[in-house]
C-alpha cells in the first residue's frame, strides 16, 4: 500500500470522528489507535489515563397530540416522562413548557434557557427547523 493510500485511510478515519469527549474511553481509544500509525522510532509517547464523567443524551421527545418531535436534551438532564401544559409566552410560563424559537446565533440558546428558568418554566423547547429540547 503506497504511503499516499495509508495517509488517506488515517485522514479518513480520523475525519470520521465527530465528538470526542476529553478524557473518555473513546478518545483513549482514538488516540492509541492514531499513535500506532505512526512508525517512526524517534517519537515516544506514554498515555496517562484520565477519570471524567460523561453525560449522553439517550433520546428525547416531545409528544403534542398526533405529533411527535425529536429533541436533544441539555447536558445533565435526569431522564424521565411527563406531562405539561405548553406556552409559547415566556412570561407565562410558570409551571408549563415553553415553546420558543431557536435563536439566530445557538451561543444565546443559554439566556433563553436561563430567562425561562427564572419564570419558572418546567422545560424549554427550542424549535425552528431542528427542535432541541432543554430540560429544566
Avoid at 42 to 71: C, I, M, T
Avoid at 84 to 91: A, E, H, P, Q, S
Wanted: aromatic share 12%.
Amino acid at each position: 500500500m503506497s504511503e499516499l493510500t495509508i495517509a488517506f485511510n488515517i485522514a479518513k478515519k480520523c475525519s470520521s470522528y465527530t465528538d470526542l469527549v476529553g478524557g473518555s474511553v473513546a478518545e483513549y481509544d482514538f488516540i492509541e489507535w492514531f499513535l500506532n500509525q505512526i512508525d517512526n522510532p524517534l517519537f515516544s509517547y506514554e498515555l496517562q489515563p484520565v477519570s471524567v464523567l460523561v453525560w449522553r443524551d439517550r433520546f428525547s421527545r416531545v409528544v403534542h397530540g398526533n405529533n411527535e418531535f425529536k429533541a436533544l436534551s441539555m447536558p445533565l438532564t435526569l431522564g424521565g416522562s411527563d406531562r405539561g401544559k405548553l406556552t409559547m409566552d415566556i412570561n407565562d410560563s410558570e409551571g408549563k413548557v415553553l415553546l420558543t424559537d431557536f435563536p439566530e446565533d445557538m451561543d444565546d440558546a443559554k439566556y433563553i434557557y436561563i430567562r425561562a428558568m427564572e419564570k419558572g418554566a418546567w422545560q424549554l423547547f427550542l424549535g425552528t427547523g431542528t427542535p432541541a429540547l432543554l430540560g429544566g
